[in-house]
C-alpha cells in the first residue's frame, strides 16, 4: 500500500521570512503561513474568524525564492508535506514540532516596490 504526505494551503504570510545557511552554504528560509476559517455562528447569526498559523520551511533554491520575493502579508498558494521533528532544550526538556516543507510555491499577491507591483513569474518547484 502506498502513502500520501501532502499538504496544500493558500494563506497569507504572517510575517517576513527568516533565511539562514546551513554550515554547508545552503539557504534556510522559514516563516509562518496564515490560514483563516470562516462561519456564521449558530446561535447569534453572527460572522466568525478562526485563524490558523502553520510554519512553513524551504530548502535551497525555493529559500533563495521565497527570500527574493515574499514579505508579510502576501498571500501564497504552497504545496508540500507535514514534517515532525524534535529537540532537546539546554535544560534538557523535549520538544515536538510539526512543520511543513515546501515544495512548490505559487505567489497570489506581490510585493510592492516604490507603490508599483514587481510581477517577476517564475517556475517555483524543489528540485
Same mark, same amino acid.
Given at each position: 500500500m502506498r502513502s500520501l504526505n501532502k499538504v496544500l494551503l493558500i494563506g497569507h504570510l504572517a510575517a517576513d521570512p527568516e533565511v539562514r545557511e546551513t554550515k554547508?552554504?545552503? +539557504?534556510v528560509a522559514? *516563516?509562518?503561513?496564515?490560514?483563516?476559517?470562516?462561519?456564521?455562528?449558530? &446561535?447569534?447569526?453572527?460572522s466568525q474568524?478562526?485563524? &490558523?498559523?502553520?510554519?512553513?520551511?524551504a530548502w535551497g533554491k525555493l529559500a533563495g525564492v521565497v527570500e527574493k520575493y515574499l514579505v508579510k502579508g502576501m498571500g501564497v498558494y504552497i504545496e508540500?508535506?507535514?514534517m515532525n521533528r524534535t529537540y532537546e532544550?539546554?535544560?534538557k526538556? +523535549?520538544? *515536538?514540532?510539526?512543520e511543513i516543507r515546501l515544495d512548490e510555491l505559487n505567489m497570489l499577491t506581490w510585493?510592492? +516596490?516604490?507603490?508599483v507591483e514587481q510581477v517577476n513569474l517564475e517556475s517555483v518547484e524543489e528540485e
Open positions: 554547508k552554504g545552503t +539557504k522559514q *516563516f509562518p503561513l496564515a490560514t483563516n476559517r470562516d462561519w456564521v455562528s449558530s &446561535d447569534s447569526d453572527k474568524v478562526s485563524t &490558523d498559523y502553520h510554519k512553513i520551511i508540500g508535506r507535514l532544550l539546554p535544560d526538556q +523535549k520538544r *515536538f514540532v510539526t510585493k510592492k +516596490k516604490d507603490g
